[in-house]
């Protein structure tokens, strides 16, 4: 595919920034070829600078539930422009937002704004620590939660895909009190407790895993959770960055119906630009400062042009409720997919549920890590460019999920549906 415009953009990025990219997936290196560049985004479309439309099915990795550039966001953004870019005193917009996610997310008593989803994840296991006054934290294999010291262990997402899971530069004493346990493993979590009593501060988990491919916790398996940091008194943290408002609008927990005493958000509650929370449990929330001794701080927290897109795009779910139609989308493209793979004879596994879905080319059923590293990433590289010669960007890598916005619904998914199809037929 000639893309004369991305491939000169990229040749100069590679001379500045560290392998052309800001974030390492984007680099393409798991599914082979040259990225391109975009330079507008509108609905479900993605438009790059060579002008090729693309239907877009990685959503700025989670963000743009409701498509790319929606109106009602760029309206809010641009109202809270006329009054300033940011003030670091507090601003209305900020108590808005509390409001709003207090009332969507079932354990939230109390939230505090940050600027990423990695600073909430790394500010949530600070707070879990400060609480309890314990060090060790339990996380699991594949879950990625940014890329804070503590958590880059045996890390999903990039680190997955680029085949070092753990990053140099990250001290043996810090790695040695994050303890790594397979997903939906019951009785690996109680060993690992009866293993270190009084030690654990936490456990950290995205409730369902989004970050090597999709994958949802079997049934009980967060129950288990919830009672194992009860008795142990061990914090729950839900990494619900990507899961949040997506799964719906109180994410996992509410659709499974379980508390956690943390939750950590980001990409969607921010509306396309730069946002993370957490909060929880008012007691354990009170221990940051300035009202206790665990230290949070942010210069841009709280952004009033941040918090306005978030708003607006969380009035937007409140409104429509478009979780129904979304899982419409999502199993019309799943079963897209089988129905061509059984044609074709081919063992493929698509986990789905509403917006979140993945394809992992493999006969074993995929629920941990270990399982979803025995699919074919050199199928699902073929796969992924014959998709996109055909105008369908998936994730770039075998180890990411699917996601899908509103604007995809009618002529998008129906194309998409189509190209899948064929790419199917060719591998
Ligand atoms: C994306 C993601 C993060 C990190 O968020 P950033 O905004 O990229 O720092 C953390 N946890 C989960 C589950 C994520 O999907």
């Keep these: 595919m000639l893309n004369p415009i ?170 040695q009190e994050t303890i790594v346990l397979p997903f939906n493993d019951p009785a690996a979590l109680d060993a690992a407790f009866a293993a270190n009593p009084g030690k654990i501060a936490g456990v950290i988990v995205e409730p369902y895993m989004g970050n090597v491919g999709f994958i949802r916790a079997e049934p009980g398996y967060l129950l288990h959770l919830r009672a194992a940091c009860t008795a142990h008194g061990a914090v729950l943290i839900f990494d619900e960055v990507m899961t949040g408002f997506r799964i719906s609008a109180g994410g996992v927990q509410a659709v499974e119906k379980i508390e956690p005493d943390l939750t950590c958000l980001g990409k969607i509650i921010g509306g396309g630009l730069p946002v993370g929370a957490f909060g929880g449990r008012a007691d354990i929330m009170d221990q940051l400062a ?50 061509a793979a059984r044609a074709k004879g081919l063992p493929v596994q698509v986990p789905q549920f509403g917006s979140m879905l993945s394809i992992f080319f493999t006969s074993t059923p995929v629920r941990d890590y270990a399982t979803a590293l025995q699919a074919d990433a050199k199928l699902f590289a073929r796969f992924f460019h014959a998709c996109l010669r055909d105008g369908v960007y998936l994730p770039p890598s075998a180890y990411e999920t699917v996601f899908l916005s509103t604007a995809h619904e009618g002529s998008a998914i129906a194309r998409a549906c189509e190209v899948m199809t064929g790419a199917i037929k060719e591998l």
């Design 6 to 175: 991305s491939d000169s953009l990229f040749a100069r990025a590679k001379q500045l920034i560290p392998g052309g990219v800001n974030s390492p997936v984007r680099a393409f290196r798991s599914v082979g070829g040259a990225p391109f560049f975009v330079k507008a985004a509108h609905g479900a479309t993605l438009i790059t600078a060579d002008d090729r439309e693309l239907i877009d099915f990685v959503c700025t990795w989670g963000p743009a539930i409701h498509g790319h550039n929606h109106p009602r966001i760029r309206a809010a953004i641009a109202t809270a422009l006329e009054s300033g870019t940011s003030f670091g005193t507090p601003n209305p917009y900020e108590v808005e937002m509390a409001e709003l996610i207090v009332r969507l997310v079932p354990s939230i008593r109390k939230v505090r704004m940050c600027n990423s989803g990695t600073e909430a994840t790394m500010s949530a296991v600070r707070l879990a620590r400060g609480f309890t006054g314990r060090d060790k934290l339990i996380k699991f294999s594949g879950c990625y939660h940014g890329h804070s010291d503590s958590l880059l262990i045996k890390a999903g997402s990039g680190a997955l895909t680029h085949g070092h899971p753990d990053s140099a530069g990250i001290p043996a004493a810090f790695a």
């Design 290 to 339: 300035p009202l206790g001794p665990v230290y949070q701080a942010g210069t841009l927290s709280g952004n009033p042009l941040a918090m306005a897109a978030g708003i607006a795009g969380l009035r937007l779910l409140e409104e429509q409720d478009p979780y129904a139609r979304l899982d419409r989308l999502g199993s019309q493209l799943r079963d897209a997919v089988l129905s």
